[in-house]
Structure formats: C-alpha cells, structure tokens
C-alpha cells in the first residue's frame, strides 16, 4: 500500500465554508453531474459503477451497482431513492463529518444515483441527534434548488427530482435498510421480512434503492474521476475466488478510544487497524498498551491486540473471528478496561435497541444483559458464561432465527469478548463470587420472601 | 401436480395453491408450532416458533440441498420440490429456544390463567421446551389493564406474536391496539380514551395464543377443561356464523367461532358472541299454560296438554299459522304440515323479521346483518312451498281480526320484543291463540295456549343463512325442565314415534322441495349451499 495517499473524500473538509455551494464548486463540484446528466445514460452511470464495484459503506458491503440493478425494468413509477444517514452505529461518525463540512458531495452523488435508478423523489433519513447536519445539508438542497441541480429539468437534462430530508426520532433499528423504509412510512421501525426486498417493494410499496451517505459521495468521485481511477485504490478481488467482489476505493475509518488523535480519516480501503493506530491516532494514549479494538462499530465483534494486523477490508475481520467490516469504526481499548464492563456496555445498548420483533432478539438480548449484570455485581458463576455463548451463536439472520441483523450484531461481541477473553471473565468471576462461581445449578434457589405472587385480581 | 417433500413424505399439492410450510406440513400430518401467523392475518414471522430446514430437491438429479440455516415455515411457500424438514435436531433446539426464550418474562401464573388448559404456550412448551428453567429472573408479576368493555389485557402473559394487532389493522380496521415501548419493554396496549371498542373485538381473544387477552365476559367464570364444546350455528343475524357453544352443566359459558371459510371465516361479531345470555335468563317462560273456562291460566304438563291441544285446534276451524325466522328449517316444515293437516287451508305466513340498524360490513367482508335472526330463508322457503299464494303475517293478522280466521299458532324464539300491543289486539280476536315463545308478550298474555319455547342452542335442527348456506347443528344444552322444543312437540302432535330426529325431517323436506335438494345428502360441518342445486333445478325445468 501506497504510503502516501491523498485525501478525496475529505479533501474539502476542514477548509473555511466547505459546506457552502460556491466552495465547492470552486473546487470542482458538480461536474460529474453535469457529466452524468449530459452525457450518460442511467445505464451508463450504472455501467459505471458496476465497473467500479464500489461496495456499500452503510455495514454489509453489498455491491452497489448490482444493487440498482435489482430494480424492476420499465416500472411506471415512481421509484424512490433512500438515503440512509441514520448513523447510529457506536463510534460511527463519518456520514456526520461529510454532511456537515461536505454535503455538496454527497448530494451530488445523490442526484447521480437517483438519475442513474430513475428515481423521482429522494428521501434523507437523518439521525435526529445531527442538528448540525440537518441545517447544513437542508441549505444545501436549497442551494441546489437555486441552481437548478434538482427540482425540474435539471441542467436541462429532462430529469426532475426532489430532495426531502426525514429526521428520525432516535432508533438503532432505524438504520436497518427496511426498519427504515416502515420508519419513513411513519410506521413503527420494525424491519420487514425479505423476499420482497426493497428494490422491488420498499417505500409505499414501489421500488425503492436503500445507500449510504459514503456510498453516495464515492458515486460522485466514480463519475468524475472513471471507474478505473476507484479501481486503483484498495485491495483487488482474490482472483482464486469468484465470489470475492474485492474491497476498492477509498474509506473513511472513524478512529477513536484510547488513542493520542481520534477522529475520522480516510485511507484506501484494507489498512490494518495497527497502520491507522500508529499513521493517524498518534499510538495508545498515555503510553499504555492496547487491549482489544473493535474493528468496524460495536457490533463487528472485537479484536485482540495481538489480532491488531487485520486488515480492514471487506474481509478482513470476518477471518479473524468478527462479523465484518462493518461502518470501519475502530473503537481502541486500552489494557486498563475491564472486558466484562465493555461487554455489559455493548449488552446493554444492544437489548435496548433491539426492536422487540423477534422472540430470540428480544429475549436473548435482554437475558444477556441481565447475566451480565448479575456477573458484574459479583453473583457471576462460571456456567453463564456458557449460557452468553449459547445466547450469542443462537440469535441473529445467520443461524436464521431473526428478520434483521440486529441480533448478529448483538451476538458478535458477545462471542468475540468471551471467546477471545475467556480468562479474564473466569478469573473475574472467580475473584468477585468466591462462594458461588462454580454453582452448576440451573435455577438459583430463591427465598421465600422473593416469590412473592403479585395477584392479577 | 408441485410435489413438496416434509420430513421425507411426498405431498402433492394443488397447481394454483400458495400454502406455506405450515399448512404444508399440516397436509403431511405433521404439526408445525407457531404462535403470530395465522392464516387470516398478514405474515410477520415474528415469533420464530414454527422454525424448520428447508432446501429444494433438483428436478433432473433429485439431489437435495438444504439452506444452511433455519426459517419460518410460514413464511417459506411451499412450490414444486421444496423440501422440509420439521423433526431435525437444528429444529428441535431452534424451538426449545424460543421457547425458553418466551418463559423468560412470562409469570407462569397458569392455576389463575383462563388459558391455562388451551394454552398454546403450555403445549408447545410441554412439547418442545426444555425440562428445566435456566433463566435467572424472577418474572412474578401479573400487571393487568382493560382494553375496552369486552377484552383486558394480562401485560407479562404476553408473547408479542401481535396476532391482536394486526387483526383490529386488517380485519376490523379500527387499528385501536398497537404496541408501544421496544425490546423486552413492549407491550400491547391503546391510545388513551381510545379503547378497544370495535364490534368484532372478542376476536381478539381467541387470537390470542395465551393467556394475555382475557374475556372479560369469561374470566374467572369455568376452567376450560370443564367445558364441552357442542358445534353450532350462531342464531343473532342473518349471517349464521359457525360457532362452538361451550358448556358445563347445561350452562352456556361462551361461544366461539369455528372455522368456516364460506361463512365468517375465523371470527364473530361481539352481538353473537355475547348474545348467549338470554338463554339462561331469569325471565325465560318455563311452564306450558292453558286458560280455563274460570278465564284463569292452569299449567299442564306436556303429555296431556298434547292431546287437548290438538282437539281445540281440530275445533277450532279456519287456522293460520306465524312460522317464526327463529325457527329451525325442519320445525318450520314440521309446523307447516301439522297445520295443513288439521285444516288443508290453513293460512301460513313467515313471522315478523327483526330488523335493527342496517348491516355492517367489515373491511374483509365479514357483515352483521341487521336481519336479526338465523333462518328467514330457510322458514320463507318452507312456507312458499307450502303455499300457493303468497300472504304476509300482517295480512294473516287483518284476516284473524275480521273474524275469517279462528285458530292461530304463533311461534316465536324472539331476542327482542317483537309484539306490540295493537298486534296482540288483533291476535285476540281468534277463539284459539297458540304462542310458543321464550318470553312473555303482549300476545303471550292474551294466549289461550302459553308454550313456552327452546332456545338456539337446545334444538337440533338447521337453519339456512342470507346466502343460502344451510348448516346443521345439535343441541348443546338440555332446555330447562318444563321446555319442550317445538320440534318435539310437532313430531309428537303429528303422531309420530320415536323422538324427534331432526335427520329425518330434513330428509323429508329435501325430497319435497327443490330448494333444499342439495341437503339430501349429509351436511357437513361448513354446511352446503343450496343456491348451487336451486340454480340447477331452474335450469332443469
């Protein structure tokens, strides 16, 4: 890997009033979609990015072109396009940083992405807690209505769109590409149940195309920069598998926990988690030694230090034990963290987000958090730590027993933290329930006075 | 045919059917748990129970491969060569899991649960649960709150299968139950001010796969395994619904509906639901009566008042008869006969129609019917095929009160008062008046002969619905003592031997009738329409 590699997609961050129309242009905005408007075709831009097998950023790394392929040809219409900014993955952050300084970017990618799936009406689904973004990314749409970039007859094209930004009310579950889709319905976000996926029956019922505000804003650099340019960044397919799609382009890794310089940086994609620690965070703060690291936001799973030159790829983690590549959020641990408090953290989220649909989530995730409580206040016995696994291998889209994969990503770190870290939760439990670690009995006898029956009359 | 293999046991399914693993599975004889599908509400795949292994056999080869994972059965379609399996080991633990997983927060308050006994979370868990508790919770609470006037909600016996939910969103379309709050903290509840008021609301009760919607009408009145469950057909309107009455002890204690998909499918309304209690009513006529020659009423028991009966209506000369709508086909029929015979011009009209309101229908087209009461086609083509000229009950009325008409045989049945006192007014011109009713009237008071009639559920007999369905039912409930049902009493007065066998009659009618032809042969338990052979005998003649 190249050792110097300049910036694209934070290239205009940080420079004064990025996020104005006029900034952005200077530097060069807007003419990939003058390009795309004028002298391609949707096929062509979907010609272009298949080309450029971008992959999504939004977690699951699904071909993007391949994705808007899925659309029913000659539908009648309408065809919505979603963008999903509801970015509330634990330590994710990136969509933020662009929609802030840079959401010219990414609308420009949006409205070549909706042009080339012939979508008429975009939807901005925003995570409520980014006010700042909000108010930055709807002036720019107004500034895009201005300039003729959306409404009627962009640039002359015959092409009409419209932008609408929906800001969520706070959910995880949001962020599930078809939690969303009911969410923005104004039903309740409860993910729906595939087949049909969303390219053929999403919002209202039409097709609908769900991305990610990173994938957007990489549509625009393919445009304007060709496929073979996106091609040259990252880690090729393995040519002895035909089902690797390859992880190209550029990423933006979020990098924050006990390191000297957390923040959101951009690399190509496949630098291992040790190079953007000692290239961008400036090593483990306060001269201590790592842990573990979370490799792509809370849910990938967890990574030990000596685990630490895994490449983050689409599929690096997955060979280190781990989900996957995730939002490429690397939370750092320090060796002075507990893992039993890091995984009743992640518990905890997760049986708060999860959406109560499924029996297994619902329940297994709320039944590890009280395990976990019940370990950390010193009533741990060594058997529950058994019982965590069973919970974490039985739960989740991949054993098949949830509609959404909320629940895998609930189980990961369950598996990763008491897989990885086994000694460190025995010996906690050892130490902090002398009386009763080894206690093998499935019920833990309950006095008199706690079974009480609360009457229903 | 599509062939779908369960458990290794080929099935052939019909080219058009869209069945899912469930009700494939049911083909194959082979029970799939399930708590949130139902085959009347949307799939949501929720509740994860009815987890299988599925894969499809190749066409050419017949090598089979599986998915990797476990699905939803009710959400997998059943198509040429899927494959299914229902009794693996993944299986097995996918549903002892859930399982577990369901009794985590559930109080197993079953000795004071009106489910316990048909509780699907009770079998399933006796069947495919684990035998021991490994969860460390202690889930002893039994928070209760009423949805509306009919249906209260037990918070912690729920399992979230929101069966209730999407019934008030896509059959009644009220949408008054929703769920709030997320994750283990969900619960079924209504907006503030805006219960669960809908007319089909104790649907939601039998939705129910455990004990969290409670009957308010129900609660705490019988164990269920006391009960007995006796098929019948609903008598509160026109449309008939399919019912189960359960009862201990000659004591009805509710009714439920019973699948009839070419009548109400899975539900009933609330008027039929609670529309039982009039049965046992405290005010229900139990004593046959005659008025003496003192102008003073003496009762008579069933055997001797037959016979003097049966001389007054000899003596009495020009007969009429009001055959009520309440009544069962073959009763009507029995009535009918029995007046033609003592006297061959005897005038025979159908009695008054309750109408109240205007029908409703429901979003998935179930109606109640305004016509409240089960069997005014059955009763109005008995008489019309006794009958060469048409005549209403109003004429037969005019024609008692001019004096042309002497003896008039009155049935009732009615729910409702259905008797003013200007009819009763006109019905006392006659020397001899028969009224056969549940509950005094107007008329009943002015009657020579005070019979006191049985209610829908103590008679055997059928009744024909708006859409000419003819369904059959027994009785469930012995008629109080002292109640003969007016079946009964036809067949006896008519001479003839044995007991009422109600088989018999309809046997009769549907030689003689064209109308009911079509149940000659036996009726099943969804009935038979009689549209179908009436069309035909027009087309023959």
Same mark, same amino acid.
Request: proline residues 6%; negative net charge; contains cysteine.
């Given at each position: 890997?190249?050792?110097?590699?300049?910036?694209?997609?934070?290239?205009?961050?940080?420079?004064?009033?990025?996020?104005?129309?006029?900034?952005?242009?200077?530097?060069?905005?807007?003419?990939?979609?003058?390009?795309? @408007?004028?002298?391609?075709?949707? @096929?062509?831009?979907?010609?272009?990015?298949?080309?450029?097998? @971008?992959? #999504?950023?939004?977690?699951?790394?699904?071909?993007?072109?391949?994705?808007?392929?899925?659309?029913?040809?000659?539908?009648?219409?309408?065809?919505?396009?979603?963008?999903?900014?509801?970015?509330?993955?634990?330590?994710?952050?990136?969509?933020?940083?662009?929609?802030?300084?840079?959401?010219?970017?990414?609308?420009?990618?949006?409205?070549?992405?909706?042009?080339?799936?012939?979508?008429?009406?975009?939807?901005?689904?925003?995570?409520?807690?980014?006010?700042?973004?909000?108010?930055?990314?709807?002036?720019?749409?107004?500034?895009?209505?201005?300039?003729?970039?959306?409404?009627?007859?962009?640039?002359?094209?015959?092409?009409?769109?419209?932008?609408?930004?929906?800001?969520?009310?706070?959910?995880?579950?949001?962020?599930?590409?078809?939690?969303?889709?009911?969410?923005?319905?104004?039903?309740?976000?409860?993910?729906?149940?595939?087949?049909?996926?969303?390219?053929?029956?999403?919002?209202?019922?039409?097709?609908?195309?769900?991305?990610?505000?990173?994938?957007?804003?990489?549509?625009?650099?393919?445009?304007?920069?060709?496929?073979?340019?996106?091609?040259?960044?990252?880690?090729?397919?393995?040519?002895?598998?035909?089902?690797?799609?390859?992880?190209?382009?550029?990423?933006?890794?979020?990098?924050?926990?006990?390191?000297?310089?957390?923040?959101?940086?951009?690399?190509?994609?496949?630098?291992?988690?040790?190079?953007?620690?000692?290239?961008?965070?400036?090593?483990?703060?306060?001269?201590?030694?790592?842990?573990?690291?979370?490799?792509?936001?809370?849910?990938?799973?967890?990574?030990?230090?000596?685990?630490?030159?895994?490449?983050?790829?689409?599929?690096?983690?997955?060979?280190?034990?781990?989900?996957?590549?995730?939002?490429?959020?690397?939370?750092?641990?320090?060796?002075?963290?507990?893992?039993?408090?890091?995984?009743?953290?992640?518990?905890?989220?997760?049986?708060?987000?999860?959406?109560?649909?499924?029996?297994?989530?619902?329940? #297994?995730?709320?039944?590890?958090?009280?395990?976990?409580?019940?370990?950390?206040?010193?009533?741990?016995? @060594?058997?529950?730590?058994?019982?965590?696994?069973?919970?974490?291998?039985?739960?989740?889209?991949?054993?098949?027993?949830?509609?959404?994969?909320?629940?895998?990503?609930?189980?990961?770190?369950?598996?990763?933290?008491?897989?990885?870290?086994?000694?460190?939760?025995?010996?906690?439990?050892?130490?902090?329930?002398?009386?009763?670690?080894?206690?093998?009995?499935?019920?833990?006898?309950?006095?008199?006075?706690?079974?009480?029956?609360?009457?229903?009359? | 045919?599509? =062939?779908?293999?369960?458990?290794?046991?080929?099935?052939?399914?019909?080219?058009?059917?869209?069945? &899912?693993?469930?009700?494939?599975?049911?083909?194959?004889?082979?029970? $799939?748990?399930?708590?949130?599908?139902?085959?009347?509400?949307?799939?949501?795949?929720?509740? /994860?129970?009815?987890?299988?292994?599925?894969?499809?056999?190749?066409?050419?080869?017949?090598?089979?491969?599986?998915?990797?994972?476990?699905?939803?059965?009710?959400?997998?379609?059943?198509?040429?060569?899927?494959?299914?399996?229902?009794?693996?080991?993944?299986?097995?633990?996918?549903?002892?899991?859930?399982?577990?997983?369901?009794?985590?927060?559930?109080?197993?308050?079953?000795?004071?649960?009106?489910?316990?006994?048909?509780?699907? +979370?009770?079998?399933?868990?006796?069947?495919?649960?684990?035998?021991?508790?490994?969860?460390?919770?202690?889930?002893?609470?039994?928070?209760? /709150?009423?949805?509306?006037?009919?249906?209260?909600?037990?918070?912690?016996?729920?399992?979230?299968?929101?069966?209730?939910?999407?019934?008030?969103?896509?059959? =009644?379309?009220?949408?008054?139950?929703?769920?709030?709050?997320?994750?283990?903290?969900? !619960?079924?509840?209504?907006?503030?001010?805006?219960?669960?008021?809908?007319?089909?609301?104790?649907?939601? $009760?039998?939705?129910?796969?455990?004990?969290?919607?409670?009957?308010?009408?129900?609660?705490?009145?019988?164990?269920?395994?006391?009960?007995?469950?006796?098929?019948?057909?609903?008598?509160?309107?026109?449309?008939?619904?399919?019912?189960?009455?359960?009862?201990?002890?000659?004591?009805?204690?509710?009714?439920?509906?019973?699948?009839?998909?070419?009548? &109400?499918?899975?539900?009933?309304?609330?008027?039929?639901?609670?529309?039982?209690?009039?049965?046992?009513? !405290?005010?229900?006529?139990?004593?046959?009566?005659?008025?003496?020659? &003192?102008?003073?009423?003496?009762?008579?028991?069933?055997? =001797?008042?037959?016979?003097?009966?049966?001389?007054?209506?000899?003596?009495?000369?020009?007969?009429?008869? +009001?055959?009520?709508?309440?009544?069962?086909?073959?009763?009507?029929?029995?009535?009918?006969?029995?007046?033609?015979?003592?006297?061959?011009?005897?005038? +025979?009209?159908?009695?008054?129609?309750?109408?109240?309101?205007?029908?409703?229908?429901?979003?998935?087209?179930?109606?109640?019917?305004? !016509?409240?009461?089960?069997?005014? /086609?059955?009763?109005?083509?008995?008489?019309?095929?006794?009958?060469?000229?048409?005549?209403?009950?109003?004429?037969?009325?005019?024609?008692?009160?001019?004096?042309?008409?002497?003896?008039?045989?009155?049935?009732?049945?009615?729910?409702?008062?259905?008797?003013?006192?200007?009819?009763?007014?006109? +019905?006392?011109?006659?020397?001899?008046?028969?009224?056969?009713?549940?509950?005094?009237?107007?008329?009943?008071?002015?009657?020579?002969?005070?019979?006191?009639?049985?209610?829908?559920?103590?008679?055997?007999?059928?009744?024909?619905?708006?859409?000419?369905?003819?369904?059959?039912? /027994?009785?469930?409930?012995?008629?109080?003592?002292?109640?003969?049902?007016?079946?009964?009493?036809?067949?006896?007065?008519?001479?003839?031997?044995?007991?009422?066998?109600?088989?018999?009659?309809?046997?009769?009618?549907?030689?003689?009738?064209?109308?009911?032809?079509?149940?000659?042969?036996?009726?099943?338990?969804?009935?038979?329409?009689?549209?179908?052979?009436?069309?035909?005998?027009?087309?023959?003649?």
């Amino acid at each position: 890997m190249a050792e110097y590699y300049e910036p694209v997609l934070l290239a205009q961050v940080g420079k004064p009033d990025s996020h104005t129309r006029a900034v952005y242009e200077q530097a060069g905005g807007y003419r990939a979609l003058r390009k795309a @408007l004028t002298e391609m075709s949707p @096929l062509d831009v979907i010609e272009e990015v298949k080309t450029s097998r @971008l992959r #999504g950023r939004g977690g699951a790394g699904f071909p993007t072109g391949l994705k808007w392929t899925f659309l029913p040809k000659d539908h009648p219409g309408p065809i919505y396009f979603c963008l999903n900014a509801d970015e509330s993955e634990p330590g994710t952050f990136n969509n933020r940083i662009i929609m802030e300084d840079d959401p010219h970017q990414m609308l420009e990618g949006l409205i070549i992405s909706s042009y080339a799936t012939r979508a008429t009406t975009a939807y901005i689904y925003m995570r409520f807690e980014y006010p700042l973004a909000y108010r930055r990314m709807q002036a720019a749409i107004d500034e895009c209505y201005a300039a003729g970039y959306l409404g009627k007859d962009i640039l002359g094209s015959g092409y009409s769109l419209d932008i609408y930004i929906h800001r969520g009310a706070a959910a995880y579950i949001c962020g599930e590409e078809t939690g969303l889709i009911e969410s923005l319905e104004g039903k309740r976000a409860w993910p729906r149940i595939k087949p049909p996926f969303p390219a053929v029956e999403g919002v209202f019922r039409k097709p609908t195309v769900v991305n990610n505000v990173e994938t957007c804003a990489c549509v625009t650099h393919i445009i304007a920069r060709g496929a073979a340019w996106f091609q040259s960044i990252g880690v090729s397919p393995d040519p002895n598998n035909p089902r690797d799609a390859g992880s190209l382009g550029p990423k933006l890794y979020c990098l924050s926990g006990h390191i000297e310089k957390p923040g959101c940086y951009e690399a190509p994609l496949g630098i291992t988690v040790q190079q953007l620690i000692d290239r961008f965070g400036g090593g483990i703060w306060k001269g201590r030694k790592a842990k573990a690291a979370i490799p792509g936001g809370i849910s990938m799973g967890l990574l030990r230090a000596d685990e630490f030159d895994c490449p983050l790829d689409f599929n690096g983690p997955s060979k280190y034990g781990c989900l996957g590549l995730g939002t490429a959020a690397v939370v750092v641990l320090d060796e002075t963290v507990s893992i039993v408090d890091f995984l009743h953290n992640s518990a905890r989220f997760f049986a708060h987000e999860s959406c109560g649909q499924c029996t297994p989530c619902r329940e #297994g995730t709320s039944w590890a958090l009280k395990i976990l409580e019940r370990i950390k206040v010193g009533r741990g016995r @060594l058997v529950d730590l058994d019982l965590l696994l069973e919970i974490g291998d039985t739960i989740g889209i991949m054993p098949g027993t949830t509609i959404c994969g909320l629940a895998d990503g609930a189980a990961w770190p369950l598996k990763n933290a008491i897989r990885k870290f086994r000694d460190e939760f025995e010996t906690y439990i050892r130490e902090s329930n002398p009386g009763g670690y080894g206690d093998t009995t499935p019920v833990p006898s309950l006095s008199l006075q706690e079974l009480t029956l609360l009457g229903s009359h | 045919m599509p =062939t779908v293999i369960v458990n290794g046991q080929e099935i052939e399914i019909g080219a058009n059917e869209r069945l &899912n693993g469930i009700q494939v599975a049911r083909r194959a004889g082979v029970d $799939v748990p399930h708590y949130c599908w139902h085959p009347g509400l949307s799939v949501v795949a929720s509740c /994860r129970m009815c987890l299988v292994e599925t894969g499809r056999r190749d066409p050419e080869t017949g090598q089979i491969s599986m998915l990797p994972k476990v699905v939803p059965a009710c959400q997998t379609p059943a198509t040429d060569n899927t494959v299914f399996v229902t009794d693996s080991d993944n299986v097995k633990a996918a549903r002892a899991m859930v399982e577990e997983d369901l009794l985590i927060r559930h109080p197993i308050d079953c000795p004071i649960c009106d489910k316990a006994g048909e509780c699907y +979370l009770q079998d399933y868990h006796f069947e495919h649960g684990r035998a021991e508790r490994r969860a460390d919770l202690k889930p002893f609470t039994s928070r209760r /709150r009423d949805m509306g006037d009919t249906v209260t909600l037990f918070v912690d016996r729920c399992v979230m299968c929101t069966r209730c939910v999407r019934f008030t969103r896509e059959i =009644t379309g009220t949408a008054e139950l929703m769920v709030i709050n997320r994750g283990a903290h969900e !619960e079924i509840d209504v907006f503030p001010n805006h219960p669960l008021s809908n007319k089909m609301s104790g649907n939601v $009760v039998d939705l129910c796969p455990v004990g969290a919607l409670g009957d308010r009408d129900f609660l705490y009145s019988q164990r269920v395994w006391f009960m007995k469950k006796h098929e019948g057909v609903c008598a509160g309107c026109a449309t008939g619904c399919s019912t189960y009455v359960e009862e201990n002890q000659d004591q009805i204690y509710r009714l439920k509906p019973r699948e009839n998909p070419h009548v &109400n499918k899975w539900w009933m309304c609330d008027e039929g639901r609670y529309g039982f209690k009039h049965i046992h009513s !405290e005010h229900r006529e139990l004593l046959p009566r005659r008025l003496g020659d &003192n102008g003073e009423y003496g009762t008579a028991d069933w055997s =001797t008042l037959t016979g003097s009966l049966m001389a007054d209506l000899q003596r009495a000369g020009r007969l009429a008869a +009001l055959v009520s709508p309440h009544l069962t086909v073959e009763e009507a029929y029995l009535l009918c006969k029995l007046m033609r015979e003592i006297d061959p011009e005897a005038l +025979l009209a159908v009695g008054p129609i309750p109408v109240i309101g205007s029908d409703e229908v429901f979003p998935n087209g179930f109606a109640i019917r305004a !016509e409240k009461c089960p069997n005014r /086609r059955g009763v109005e083509a008995i008489v019309a095929g006794f009958n060469r000229s048409e005549s209403g009950w109003r004429d037969v009325l005019t024609q008692v009160a001019n004096g042309a008409v002497q003896g008039v045989w009155v049935s009732g049945g009615y729910k409702h008062d259905w008797c003013d006192a200007a009819t009763a007014d006109q +019905l006392s011109s006659a020397s001899l008046l028969v009224v056969q009713d549940l509950f005094s009237s107007p008329a009943w008071d002015v009657a020579t002969y005070q019979l006191p009639a049985a209610g829908f559920a103590e008679k055997d007999g059928s009744f024909v619905n708006v859409a000419d369905r003819l369904q059959s039912f /027994r009785w469930a409930i012995r008629p109080p003592s002292g109640v003969l049902p007016e079946g009964h009493l036809y067949w006896r007065m008519l001479g003839r031997n044995g007991l009422y066998r109600s088989r018999v009659v309809l046997d009769e009618i549907a030689r003689d009738f064209i109308y009911f032809s079509a149940a000659m042969e036996p009726v099943p338990a969804v009935g038979v329409d009689l549209k179908v052979n009436q069309l035909a005998g027009v087309a023959a003649s």
